[in-house]
């Protein structure tokens, strides 16, 4: 199983961000997927989850309306976009998987992507 986040930067407060998480050696599909970051000195916070299919998202309210989590079952790929990106969105941000409906926990996660926002 081979989870990789990519796309991490700097960039200035206000600006957009899009982060992608290639998946590979599990059924893509079959599994959850969550964005969770984790700002430099705190604790894992997750800020968004999506459904295998992708009929099912929720969001942290720091985040919504400005992140939103699509997936592409046919590339594999998880993405986070993130618009109107503040200082509090300064993280290593990770997409672990969650097999099924199961509704807590991760079974896999990658190596992380760091988003710095600064001017």
């Known amino acids: 199983v081979q989870l990789v986040e990519s796309g991490g930067g700097l960039v200035q407060p206000g600006g957009s961000l899009r982060l992608s998480c290639a998946a590979s050696?599990?059924?893509?599909?079959?599994?959850?997927m969550a964005w969770v970051r984790q700002a430099p000195g705190k604790g894992l916070e997750r800020i968004s989850y999506?459904?295998?299919?992708?009929?099912?998202?929720n969001y942290v309210d720091d985040v919504k309306g400005r992140f939103t989590i699509p997936r592409d079952n046919d590339k594999n790929t998880l993405y986070l976009h993130m618009n109107s990106l503040n200082p509090e969105g300064a993280a290593v941000y990770y997409c672990?998987?969650?097999?099924?409906?199961?509704?807590?926990?991760?079974?896999?996660w990658g190596q992380g992507t760091q988003v710095i926002v600064s001017s």
């Open positions: 999506i459904s295998c299919g992708g009929y099912y998202t």
């Open positions: 672990p998987n969650r097999y099924g409906a199961r509704l807590h926990g991760y079974d896999n």
């Open positions: 050696g599990f059924i893509f599909g079959s599994y959850g």
